[in-house]
């Protein structure tokens, strides 16, 4: 990454101390520089290169060589070299560095509160691109030509704005606008002042950031945050919120080390923390659990509307239940209307939607949720070369994958696929990766399932071959980039659903796997989900499916001692149900596993949104601790082996009738599936003398399994991998994806 990061300017004055003559250009395959001076001049030039870069710079390889003496006298910065294939990494967007924000509450500066100030260290990157190379004229920006002040120091090697593409200040660049909720401008003279009171008097407003609008609303006040869940129909789902600073964060959530770096870096993700009982946050933004989704602001506009009135605001993503984040002016008035009573806009366009990133730190690295804004497109380098590919995701969550070379360019977040929204936003980003990547690849990969938008999507595609990869072996596969290994592994996938190929619901897998191939070890036993799509959103249905193969026929009793069904015909209407197979399809998901744990000891009946059933018991999980129950691994000829939780189960309920804490009992069932993953992996090291454990799937981001897992691993002498850029969840599926495609490619398989 080296353009427009001030990559150039920093050669410049390297070049310029160590009196050397010559030029820096920007080119497809990185920057060139020519120099030409005394030896010992050149070689501190060449050492400089590689160390005290600019903060955003990141330099992969440094090649030089020697070339005839031109006799010149000084040393130039000339223009762009088009030609060519690019092979430049466009940056991510960056949070407003530490001069920028200097500048921005000076009252002698002439950026003094302008909500656009940035410079080569910080602002906008990959929302304004329109295509390479990286130009203010390929940008959202090109509209917005530069006054002579603003020009002078986009054209002094010298400035810290020097080739700044985004350079803008109040006489020239972009401006806010205030809207009310039919669009016409609010008549104020300061649109940040009238917006900041609005909050405070309790609207819900939506405000133009880096990648789309969010929803926002005074964090400290309940009956704002109900307000805005119920126009947004989202009752329960734990809403992310901005906060002002470090010291206002400690008193909301707990923060380590760790945190706070990555809170406080200029990717700026939504950190998920630990609430502090009683702070100013209300109930109402993350009702039932014991996290909290906190950021910091990353805006010149985020500080200003921060700064003087609130500790906290809730900064949602703007669109209806899974719809894509909104990023235009006119689609914002309409698709919020009924929710925004106020707009704060602004007419710099949005050219990439990019959601805000969220993650989490266990095991020493920030484990993401979703990775988006702050991280794309930065690549994931790769251990190899590997042929070109195109992957397109899975279902949920979502993300697009290019392989060129030794790189991996995930994709913003593109999310669920579920509306004609969605899918719009899917072409959108698949043009955007060939666009940023200057590639067309011949050979695409998606998912098994045949009725994913994804795979049907790959089938409209010209290709030289497309290629369906198994959902979990991809989310091995995907790990295995992540931490640059290959070879054989043993692979715990742990998630909610994928396609199986016997045509089931997988998602409780031990694999033998590597990038081409996988052998499916062992599974979670399958378990019946009566009703189908309903027992998703119904978990207390998957209770009675446990209970039923926990007690065989008896079932009927212990379900209605636990008010799971109300009577003796209930249970004889399921039991008809799950006998006559009609809507009631076997799924070894561990997801489901959890949900149906958590409606049988009384946590919830039903979840408004996935995970929530999960999110829950980990939650109330943590802090308690106790012994974990028994469990069972069933051989099977010839057939991979299965676990099963039954004994668990019947174990859970004799607790559950003694009135034993639920917190406790919550924390003994996550020591089962830890000690149940460790026998697993134990017997299939005996089997095939592997020790290295990958894990992967989006059960891992509940970090009681994840750490608990890793560390009894490691103590039973595995090697143990888990995810560090890439997310666990089916945010990860597409780089799992492409890199078995190209692998079997390598191979000719
Ligand atoms: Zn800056
Ligand atoms: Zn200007
Ligand atoms: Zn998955």
Redesign the pocket.
Known sequence: MVQGVGFRPFVYRLAVQNGLAGFVQNRPKGVIAEVEGPQAAVDSFLAGVRHDLPPLAHVTQVESAEIAILHDHDFRIVESDAQGPADVHITPDAATCPDCLSELFDPANRRFRYPFINCTNCGPRLTIIRTIPYDRANTSMACFPLCPQCQAEYENPADRRFHAEPNACTVCGPQLTLLNAEGSPVDTRDPIATAVDLLSSGHVLAIKGLGGFHLSVDAARDEAVKKLRSRKYREEKPLAIMVRDMEQARQIVRVSADEEALLTSPRRPIVLLEKIKNSIVAEAVAPGVSNLGVMLPYTPLHHLLLRDRFAALVMTSANQVDEPISTKNREALKRLQGIADYFLVHNRDILVRCDDSVAFVAAGYPQFIRRSRGYVPHPLALRDCLPPVLALG?QLKTTHCILKGRFAFVSPHIGDMETPQARNFFDESLALMKRITDSDPQIIACDLHPAYYSTQAARELTAERIIPVQ??HA?IASCMADNQITGDVIGL?M????YGPDGNAW?GEFLIADETHFQRFGHLRYLVLPGGEKAIHEPWRIAISLLRTAYGRNWKETAQKLKLIPDEAQGDLFEKIIESKIHSPLSSGLGRLFDGVAALIGLRRQVSFEGQAAMELESIACGSSGAPYPFEILPSDGEPCVLDMSAAIRAMVTDLEADRSRPRLAAQFHRTLIDAFTAMSEAMRRSTGLSRVVLS??CFQNKILLTGTMDKLKLSGFDVYCHRDIPA??GG?SLGQAVIAASMIKKGC
């Open positions: 899975g959902h979990h989310h996938a998630d909610g659903t994928g998602g799937g989006g969840n089916d599926l």
